[in-house]
């Protein structure tokens, strides 16, 4: 049996995210009406699904199931409750429609004032916004929960459709699939759905390369394997080698490490770059002031590497890890904390700054 009562475990599932379109606008009758239709549909849809593997959440105008199974637990039900809002509904004078959509992501699950499970984490939230992109009785998913699925089987790839790259409210992307039941065709692509931009041209580089050259050898004992793309995005900003030292040396997290690499640009280009306590007060975890760029291939190597010591839901931890952070330091310290084992630690760590 599932563990729900530890407040340090973080579960790695597929979230279900279902809200009742136009609910709030309904007299009190009929918000009553609706609940009660839409609370059964949900309970046959999940009458398969085992309660020690899923956690139901009542948002007032609609649900949100966490799936603690594997992620394609979340496909059968979901569909199935599609059908009935489909076949059911329609004979109702008050046809009831819901939007519905899936992501795959963390969540920790914690007692809410009344001693009842509910969920937190960016997991739930992705999911939620994933879900206001649908429409009507439409089924949209996230791209990790496409990922993971899509390649289950020949049959699921075949159910997914790219609707394209939508931005929520707080101006975070998200690239959206819509999942379409076999035996219906696939829908054309949303004229709202965002294209991706044309790829941009390089700017001219301002700095002579040997250079350049200096500064990866001065960052790579901290950074790794990445630092050249570091280098060559932050010094595509600067015109100034001053401002782009300064701007390198945010990526240290350590103050030690920040003025030593500060006091080696000095030495080696004679500079009068700021002191380290100065670019240590402008840079908040807030507010950082340059984001590593990542190298996409390094990433699929450190996936591999943690698949070792956490499993398969590596590639996801990597994944959000990568667009939450904005330091090396802070990347691979955060992808320690998943491993168990100090020592597993210590070798995992060992392995990502030799460049694994």
Known sequence: MNDFSNPDRTWMCAILFLD?????????????????????????ALSE??????????????????????????????LKLR?????????????????????????????????????????????????????DNQIFVSRSFYEAVGCLSDGYGR???????????????????????????????????????????????????????RLEALLVPVLGPITHHVIKDVSQKHTSLTDLCSELATQFADKKERAQFLEQCRRHFEL???AASSIAAQTTPTEPTADVVWDPAMLEKTKRELAVYIGPMARFIVDSTASEVHTVKDFYDALCREIPSSGDRERFLSRCKAGI
Not at 184 to 203: G, I, M
Request: glycine share 8%; proline share 9%; net charge neutral.
């Open 159 to 213: 159910m997914f459709c790219f609707v394209g790259s939508r931005k929520d409210k707080h101006a975070r992307a998200h690239e959206v699939y819509q999942l379409v039941p076999a035996g219906e065709s696939a829908p054309s692509p949303s004229a709202s759905a965002v294209a991706e931009p044309p790829p941009s041209t390089t700017p001219p580089m301002h700095f002579d390369a040997a250079v350049l050259k």
């Open 49 to 78: 699904v085992p309660e020690a593997e899923r956690v139901i959440l009542d948002t007032g105008d609609g649900a949100a199931v966490c799936f603690l199974g594997g992620p394609d637990t979340a496909m059968a039900p979901t």
């Open 83 to 135: 059908s009935f809002l489909l076949e059911a509904e329609r004979a109702q004078p008050s046809p009831m429609r819901v939007r519905m959509g899936i992501n795959l992501g963390p969540v920790k699950l914690v007692q809410d004032i009344n001693r009842r499970l509910n969920a937190l984490g960016d997991g739930i939230n992705v999911g939620q916004r994933v879900m206001s992109f649908a429409g």
């Open 20 to 44: 009742i379109i136009n609910y709030s606008s309904q007299t009190v009758q009929w918000q009553m009406e609706w609940k009660k239709r839409f609370n059964h549909y949900l309970e046959q």
């Open 272 to 274: 009068a770059v700021p």
